[in-house]
């Protein structure tokens, strides 16, 4: 089992550009999380889906972010246009209630963002 | 409404030596509880969970946890601590029938030599 797949590892971009997260969920699972971590906010669910349908995205700072799930097995956290506070270890974590019915979550290595 | 308090955000113990990490929870309806562990630059790895088998659930690298109703704690413990445990811990619950956990803010180990 590869685990949860997440890139890039790592990506610095300048202030106003679009950046991508990219996640592949582990196969079978059908629930998928974006979590934000930063030192001065700790760990932050930003929106998780179920089935490839958004369930939650309360998390989502403003509407600069935008996350989509068109498959099972791939998942896209957008922001546009990035902010230097957008800085952050964005994590992608995926569960299944089929395989647990503690429905534990899986996290992925992390992309670390930098937005000078 | 399903909630998580670590006490303590930074926790030192000497190598060898009992480690306790805090977790409170409060929950309306049995709780599905966690540990995770987040090594240095890493994602979480999950520890333990709570199956309500036994009050008393073993983890990974010699870490257990007691579920205590009367007290809703679920304290993670490990009696002897290794310079490698260094790391950082989050508790958390599982919002009812949801997915989405819900987790502490996180309680850093130091190991001293």
């Known amino acids: 089992d590869a685990g949860v797949i997440q890139s890039p590892r790592h990506e610095v971009t300048e202030m106003g550009q679009e950046v991508t997260l990219r996640c592949k969920p582990i196969s079978g699972h059908d629930y998928l999380f974006w979590y934000r971590q930063t030192m001065m906010r700790g760990l932050e669910l930003l929106i998780y889906?179920?089935?490839?349908?958004?369930?939650?995205d309360s998390g989502m700072p403003e509407d600069r972010f935008s996350a989509k799930m068109p498959n099972a097995s791939f998942s896209t956290l957008k922001i546009q246009p990035s902010e230097p506070r957008d800085s952050a270890v964005y994590f992608c974590?995926?569960?299944?209630?089929?395989?647990?019915?503690?429905?534990?979550?899986?996290f992925g290595p992390g992309t670390r963002l930098t937005v000078l | 409404a399903q909630s998580v308090t670590q006490l303590g955000s930074h926790v030192s113990v000497s190598e060898g030596a009992l480690v306790l990490l805090r977790c409170n929870y409060s929950?309306?309806?049995?709780?599905?509880l966690f540990w995770y562990v987040q090594y240095p630059n890493q994602g979480l790895q999950l520890l333990l969970k709570?199956?309500?088998?036994?009050?008393l659930v073993k983890g990974i690298n010699g870490f257990e946890a007691e579920f205590k109703k009367s007290e809703t704690s679920f304290h993670l413990t490990k009696p002897s601590a290794h310079m490698s445990d260094a790391a950082e811990y989050f508790c958390?619950?599982?919002?009812?029938?949801?997915?989405?956990?819900?987790f502490g803010k996180g309680t850093k180990l130091s190991v001293k030599p």
């Open positions: 889906f179920n089935n490839n349908v958004p369930i939650d």
């Open positions: 709570y199956t309500s088998a036994a009050t």
């Open positions: 974590a995926s569960s299944s209630l089929l395989a647990s019915s503690y429905n534990e979550q899986f």
């Open positions: 929950s309306s309806v049995p709780p599905y």
């Open positions: 958390a619950v599982r919002r009812g029938s949801q997915g989405n956990l819900i």
